[in-house]
């Protein structure tokens, strides 16, 4: 079977590429600019490149594109400069979700097909979690305000709780919540947990983007990750974080 990517050129996409190739999986990554990756994942024979924006494939595109993957991969994120943060696509995450989502139910998969969204520590799972506190709320509510990316991971959170659910027969999915994320060169150990330790505000911890990587091709590939976090939103640190 094969693991879609999308996102798949950004800092923790190209990590989740190259850790699923190292893992003998075959990947297709949708790519707007196949260039911005390196060339030695490009020119790998497990690698498939679907030379595309996603938010412009048609219906029948998609479903070719997510025909015969066994999980969908999503690093899809708002790159943080001024266009990225405040032009479009407003709902990159959220609309994407939901397209492949559809496309996955057109479909119509004899397994369930595996959905990994990464998103962020930021985003409370409103379906266990208590409220935050009055102080984070009002930041947030001016974070949610001014800064559209944040809005955009809430609601696509917020849309596979509610469109997604138990049961559903054609997919499930786990959204995985780094801290703030930061660079590291090699995979450590890293804590996994089902709710934030640490305020996202007022006392952030840190994650590595290739810590991020390595669990989500966990979850994408090993049946007993799977199992444990589907269905949750796992925060991930760093070692010193947690």
Same mark, same amino acid.
């Given at each position: *079977?094969?693991?879609?990517?999308?996102?798949?050129?950004?800092?923790?996409?190209?990590?989740?590429?190259?850790?699923?190739?190292?893992?003998?999986?075959?990947?297709?990554?949708?790519?707007?600019?196949?260039? =911005?990756?390196?060339? /030695?994942?490009?020119?790998?024979?497990?690698?498939?490149?679907?030379? /595309?924006?996603?938010?412009?494939?048609?219906?029948?595109?998609?479903?070719?594109?997510?025909?015969?993957?066994?999980?969908? /991969?999503?690093?899809?994120?708002?790159?943080?400069?001024?266009?990225?943060?405040?032009?479009?696509?407003?709902?990159?995450?959220?609309?994407?979700?939901?397209?492949?989502?559809?496309?996955?139910?057109?479909?119509?998969?004899?397994?369930?097909?595996? @959905?990994?969204? *990464?998103?962020?520590?930021?985003?409370? &799972?409103?379906?266990?979690?208590?409220?935050?506190?009055?102080?984070?709320?009002?930041? @947030?509510?001016?974070? $949610?305000?001014?800064?559209?990316?944040?809005?955009?991971?809430? &609601?696509?959170?917020?849309?596979?709780?509610?469109?997604?659910?138990?049961? #559903?027969? *054609?997919?499930? +999915?786990?959204?995985?919540?780094?801290?703030?994320?930061?660079?590291?060169?090699?995979?450590?150990?890293?804590?996994? #947990?089902?709710?934030?330790? $640490?305020?996202?505000?007022?006392?952030?911890?840190?994650? =590595?983007?290739?810590?991020?990587?390595? @669990? *989500?091709?966990?979850?994408?590939?090993?049946? &007993?990750?799977?199992?444990?976090? $589907? +269905?949750?939103?796992?925060?991930?640190?760093?070692?010193? @974080? =947690?």
């Amino acid at each position: *079977m094969t693991i879609l990517v999308v996102g798949a050129t950004g800092a923790t996409g190209q990590r989740l590429v190259s850790q699923l190739l190292e893992r003998n999986e075959r990947v297709r990554a949708v790519v707007r600019a196949p260039e =911005s990756l390196p060339a /030695a994942l490009r020119g790998h024979s497990s690698l498939e490149l679907v030379h /595309a924006s996603l938010l412009d494939l048609d219906e029948a595109a998609l479903q070719r594109t997510v025909a015969g993957c066994s999980a969908i /991969a999503s690093c899809l994120g708002h790159r943080m400069n001024f266009k990225g943060i405040y032009g479009p696509p407003r709902r990159l995450v959220t609309d994407a979700t939901r397209r492949l989502c559809h496309a996955v139910q057109a479909s119509a998969p004899q397994q369930p097909i595996r @959905f990994v969204l *990464m998103n962020t520590a930021a985003v409370r &799972d409103r379906a266990r979690e208590k409220p935050f506190s009055l102080a984070e709320r009002g930041l @947030f509510g001016v974070i $949610r305000a001014l800064l559209p990316p944040h809005a955009d991971n809430e &609601d696509a959170a917020a849309w596979l709780h509610a469109n997604i659910t138990q049961g #559903h027969g *054609m997919i499930e +999915w786990a959204i995985v919540r780094p801290d703030s994320l930061i660079e590291e060169d090699d995979v450590t150990d890293y804590r996994i #947990h089902p709710s934030p330790v $640490r305020s996202p505000l007022f006392d952030a911890g840190k994650t =590595s983007r290739i810590n991020v990587a390595r @669990f *989500m091709a966990e979850l994408a590939t090993q049946d &007993d990750a799977w199992q444990a976090w $589907r +269905w949750n939103m796992p925060v991930i640190y760093n070692p010193g @974080f =947690s």
